[in-house]
């Protein structure tokens, strides 16, 4: 609160006005009581001004005689407040000796007022500053924030080493001494400790106080401690920082590696798996309901439009899946903003932010829509990214967008993690993907938006809005004020089933059948633009089997791999197995030879088209699940950067499974010849100690070491580089469970 502000129930009436001035003394009030004051204050501090009034309090410009420092005195009528509160309060600040708290000098008692003389902060709170400078300047520098920041955590710092927990850190309770927070000499200090308490060893706090849109998880759980103000301090800097996406991507890292963001179910968040809806349901939406609801307005919109001034026209769109990883995602922006010497200016147009996520009006037809439109100006074209499971061809947003880029004539490029396909990355899972791209398997969030989709790809603006509700003036009705409402909600159980499992709508069904062959042609065109856009040339698209005698040459790549462990888990799922359980060894005994059967080859041989040397030998535990295994593999490739084409040795793929006596007569012979001529070695760790010291995984362990060849460990949850680092200098890639303490222990 600011002078002339009453608070709400359970902040400071003590601190929380006192120092807290904005503008010169002289533009406010000189008038008012001064003969009230107690003796002892006048005998020691000159009384020169007004400076504000509030509903219990005024605050009061003061000069200290013996020292001249200017300081603030704040004169309270305990009448109607808690004097044991205010009590607590002074007492817990008279504590406080820290460059970065507002310090109490004094307190004066007379009748019912108490009299309280702190520093003077003529700069306002942390808020009004932030709000002030990207008014005039922008965003705030990022040395500047850092140089805010840290005084924030040494505040936090000295307040917990005296045991006191706050319980309302916020920006608006630091205040600043000048108008102007991008001074690099500007100084912040903590104010207001009306809901702060001492806390003894061990004790946890239920009480919920302060502010709830800056609570830590904890305290809405059983009971917290002091950890819920640096909580506090994280948000408050995110505040400051928020309005680039890179920023965005900073602070997101600092909330999952706290474990600050949870799902539903209590599970935490990691960093390498936190996707959009999660980012817009957990960090836009709330953060900006609670500054819209800090400004005293209820405003909803786009998280462009709370951190831009102005209208930005997108250089380029991009098309991208919300299930996709967030981090594969900056991947391919970072890349691209390599690949063409961006600047953190340049706007981009991505849906998450773009559109507003408490209700996106779509307007009165597609031509009208946010989508369109920013397909039509976006002058570089649209950018597809493509994930790790490639579901963004799987969403008909995607398609539409992609559809509209080709019939707009806009230039369409395709990125994955690993970089642009066709430049710094190659195509491999993306080709199998574009194979079965099909509009008509496509979903959506909303049913409503996949039926307008549909509708609009068959007929254009005149059928666009066939089987959605419509209003009197032929707009639509509208739910909340943007969801749009199906009128026909009837399904067949003859048509085929949708992709999530669903039986289809009798109107799609209907439309599918009687325009089969534009969508046959609408597919046929999208496939070739985005492998032509992907530089795929005609080749790539088939694969010729060959007979391979040399074990040693039979390599496979990791898109083949990616796109054999799609498969396997399609097939896991037909024959009602478990995914998550199915072992390599089950799968090598099944699917694989139902592969292979009746063609005497292995599957490395039946996708290549001459002899591979692998690069790195996969050491894997049969009996271990395929999913851990293709976990561990996608972590590997990760931190190692690889590309598609990156050659593996990977057994149940490269022997023939169907005449393995034959195909490898001489299993060790092979094993020597592979680990002397390849690059590194994969231990894939099972989960039990027994299998980890087999000696066969030894002993590939012992002759890599003695070749000099790399050594990394991989799991589910992560790799750990043993010989020689992974990209950038990191020896550890996602490392969270204790699996890899296993193998220190063997």
Excluded at 29 to 52: A, D, Q, T, W
Excluded at 189 to 198: E, P, Q
Excluded at 354 to 378: I, L, W
Excluded at 699 to 712: D, M, T
């Amino acid at each position: 609160m600011r002078p002339g502000r009453s608070g709400p129930e359970g902040l400071s009436p003590a601190s929380s006005a006192a120092a807290r001035v904005q503008g010169p003394p002289s533009s406010r009030s000189s008038s008012g009581p001064r003969k009230n004051f107690p003796k002892h204050l006048v005998e020691n501090y000159v009384i020169e001004g007004l400076l504000g009034q509030g509903a219990f309090s005024t605050v009061w410009r003061a000069v200290h005689r013996a020292t001249g420092q200017v300081r603030a005195v704040k004169k309270i009528d305990t009448s109607d407040l808690s004097p044991p509160k205010i009590a607590h309060e002074i007492a817990l600040m008279r504590m406080l000796r820290h460059e970065n708290v507002v310090r109490c000098y004094d307190v004066f008692l007379e009748a019912q007022y108490v009299s309280i003389v702190v520093d003077m902060f003529n700069g306002g709170d942390l808020v009004d500053g932030l709000n002030a400078y990207r008014r005039v300047h922008g965003r705030v520098p990022n040395a500047q924030l850092a140089h805010l920041a840290r005084q924030m955590i040494a505040a936090v710092a000295h307040v917990h080493s005296l045991q006191i927990c706050h319980r309302d850190v916020k920006g608006e309770n630091f205040l600043s001494d000048r108008p102007d927070i991008g001074d690099p000499q500007c100084k912040v200090a903590l104010a207001d400790f009306g809901t702060a308490i001492r806390v003894g060893p061990g004790e946890r706090l239920v009480q919920r106080v302060g502010t709830p849109a800056f609570w830590a998880p904890e305290v809405f759980g059983d009971g917290y401690d002091f950890l819920v103000d640096i909580w506090a301090v994280g948000v408050t800097t995110f505040i400051l920082l928020t309005g680039q996406l890179r920023d965005l991507r900073l602070f997101l890292q600092r909330l999952c590696k706290v474990g600050f963001l949870k799902r539903q179910d209590g599970s935490l968040i990691h960093w390498f798996h936190i996707n959009m809806y999660e980012i817009c349901n957990l960090v836009l939406k709330p953060v900006i309901s609670f500054v819209e609801e800090q400004r005293g307005s209820r405003g909803k919109f786009s998280w462009v439009e709370f951190v831009s001034r102005d209208e930005q026209k997108p250089y380029l769109l991009f098309s991208h899946s919300w299930s996709g990883r967030f981090r594969d995602f900056m991947a391919a922006v970072d890349d691209l903003a390599r690949g063409k010497s961006l600047t953190v200016t340049v706007p981009v147009w991505i849906c998450v932010f773009a559109n507003n996520q408490f209700g996106q009006n779509f307007g009165t037809g597609f031509r009208d829509s946010p989508f369109y439109k920013a397909v039509e100006v976006a002058e570089e074209g649209t950018l597809l990214i493509v994930d790790r499971d490639a579901s963004s061809l799987q969403r008909i947003w995607c398609g539409f967008e992609l559809l509209l880029a080709i019939d707009l004539q806009k230039p369409l490029v395709v990125y994955t993690s690993a970089g642009q396909v066709g430049v710094s990355a190659t195509s491999g899972r993306l080709v199998e993907a574009v194979e079965d791209f099909d509009i008509t398997q496509m979903e959506a969030s909303q049913e409503s938006d996949r039926r307008q989709i549909i509708n609009f790809l068959c007929g254009g603006e005149l059928l666009e809005k066939k089987g959605l509700k419509t209003a009197q003036d032929g707009n639509f009705q509208l739910v909340n004020g943007w969801q749009k409402q199906l009128s026909d909600v009837t399904t067949t159980p003859a048509a085929p089933r949708r992709q999530n499992g669903k039986l289809e709508y009798v109107q799609e069904a209907e439309l599918f059948k009687l325009h089969s062959a534009k969508f046959q042609k609408l597919n046929a065109t999208v496939r070739d633009k985005v492998l032509s856009a992907a530089h795929v040339a005609e080749g790539e698209r088939q694969t010729a089997g060959i007979k391979i005698p040399r074990l040693e040459d039979r390599g496979v790549t990791l898109g083949e791999m990616r796109a054999f462990f799609k498969k396997a888990k399609s097939w896991s799922s037909e024959e009602g197995h478990s995914w998550e359980t199915l072992s390599i060894s089950e799968i090598s005994r099944t699917f694989i030879k139902k592969l292979i059967a009746g063609k005497d080859t292995s599957l490395a041989e039946l996708w290549s088209s001459g002899p591979r040397k692998p690069q790195i030998v996969v050491n894997e535990t049969l009996a271990s699940p395929l999913s851990e295994f293709a976990a561990a593999l996608e972590w590997f490739a990760e931190a190692s950067r690889l590309q598609d084409n990156v050659v593996f040795y990977f057994a149940p793929l490269c022997i023939n499974l169907c005449d393995q006596e034959h195909d490898n007569p001489d299993l060790a012979r092979t094993i020597r010849n592979l680990i002397q001529n390849c690059e590194g070695l994969l231990s894939v760790l099972p989960d039990s100690e027994e299998q980890i010291v087999r000696s066969y995984r030894l002993e590939q362990l012992h002759l890599c070491f003695h070749a000099g060849k790399k050594i990394y460990f991989g799991c589910s949850d992560g790799v750990l580089a043993c010989t020689s680092p992974f990209q950038h200098g990191i020896w550890e890639h996602d490392v969270q469970k204790t699996r890899f303490g296993i193998v220190s222990t063997c």
